[in-house]
C-alpha cells in the first residue's frame, strides 16, 4: 500500500486532501497545529495518522516525517499544503508577518521535501506535491507576502523538478483559485460572491476539486508529467 504525508491536514482543502488520498487507497499521515477536534476527527472516520506538527518549527518537521517513515516505512506522495493567508496593505506588513508567511508557505515546503526526498530516492521513485495559489501565477494585490510566497513554491516546484527527474521522483503544483475553504470565508459573503461573480465559470471551487487533482498528481497516470502547474481557478487566471 502507498503512504502519503499531507501537511496542513485540518484545513479545508487539507482535510479533502486526507480523504481523497485514504479513498484512492493509501495510508495517510497528516500534520495539524491546534485543531486537535478535526485531527481526532480524521483518525476516528478514515483511520488517517494525525501529527502535531508546527511547520514553522524545523525540529517539529523532522520529526514529523521520521513518524511517519516509523509508521508506515516509507513515503511515497509528499503533499505541500501547510499554508497561512494575510491581507493588508503592503506599506503596513511587518518584517515578522513577512517572515511568517513565508515561513508557513513556502520554507516549511523545503524543510518537508528535504526530509521526505532521502527516503524517495532510496526507493527510486516518489512524487512531491505543492500546494501553490493563482496569486502565485499573477500576484494580489494587498497580499504580497502570500502571493510572494506561493510564486516561491512554483520557482521551487519547477527547480526540484529537473533534480529528482532522473531518480524517477516528480515534483508538481497545484495552484487553486477561490476555494470555498474556512480560510477564505474570512473574506466575508460579499467579497466572495463578487470573487464568484469574476470567475468565468461562475462559482468558487471546491476542496475536492483541489484533492482529485493532487490524487492524480500521485497516480501512475501522472509519471510522465513533471514540473508542472496545475491552475484550477474555474478560468479565473488564463
Known sequence: MKTALITGGTGGIGRALVR?????????????????????????TLGAYPIRADVRRPDEIMAAVADTVAAFGKIDCLVNNA?????GLFTDLSLCEWEETVSVNLTSAFLFSREAVPNMLFRKCGRIINI??????????CEVAYSTAKAG??????????ELAPSGITVNAIAPGVIDTPMNAALGEETLAAL???TPVGRLGKPEEVAAAAVFLASDSAAFITGEVLNISGGFVI
Open 20 to 44: 481523497a488520498f485514504t479513498e484512492a487507497g493509501y495510508s495517510v499521515a497528516f500534520t495539524y497545529k491546534s485543531n486537535t477536534e478535526a485531527a481526532e476527527e480524521l483518525k476516528a
Open 83 to 87: 499554508g497561512a493567508s494575510r491581507f
Open 132 to 141: 501553490s495559489s493563482m496569486w502565485g501565477l499573477v500576484g494580489a494585490s
Open 153 to 162: 513554491l512554483i520557482g521551487f516546484t519547477k527547480s526540484l523538478a529537473k
Open 196 to 198: 464568484a461573480e469574476e
